[in-house]
């Protein structure tokens, strides 16, 4: 079992940047793929990134291609989502996510096992 805890939210202005991390308990963090979702208030929850065990491979929403990036230190138990330009949409609840595999090449966004709390990005116009 693995618990997560992101950090790193806060009210930033449009074309401003934020780096958000999910640090992860256990020993084993390079065995759970990861991913990085967030959701707006009303609106359902959404895929934001995805990262493999390895750190090698990357899945990005079309929404953020080119504008976030997302990476992890397994030495460190600890993923990133690299913010830049941010836009007033962008505004969410931002929650890291993970999935234990035997894959370390592998990439996923559904059946996510274990969630964090949250961290709120407030993006003004």
């Known amino acids: 079992q693995v618990q997560l805890v992101e950090s790193g939210g806060r009210f930033v202005q449009a074309g401003g940047s934020l780096r958000l991390s999910c640090a992860a308990s256990g020993r084993t963090f390079s065995t759970y793929a990861m991913a990085w979702f967030r959701q707006a208030p009303g609106k359902e929850r959404d895929f934001v990134a995805a990262i493999s065990g390895n750190g090698y491979n990357t899945l990005y929403a079309d929404s953020v291609k080119g504008r976030f990036t997302i990476s992890r230190d397994n030495p460190e138990n600890t993923m990133y989502l690299q913010m830049n330009n941010l836009k007033p949409e962008d505004t969410a609840d931002y929650y890291c996510?993970?999935?234990?595999?035997?894959?370390?090449?592998?990439?996923?966004?559904?059946?996510?096992?274990?969630w964090g709390q949250g961290t709120l990005v407030t993006v003004s116009s």
């Open positions: 996510a993970a999935k234990n595999t035997s894959a370390p090449g592998g990439i996923y966004y559904l059946g996510m096992e274990y």
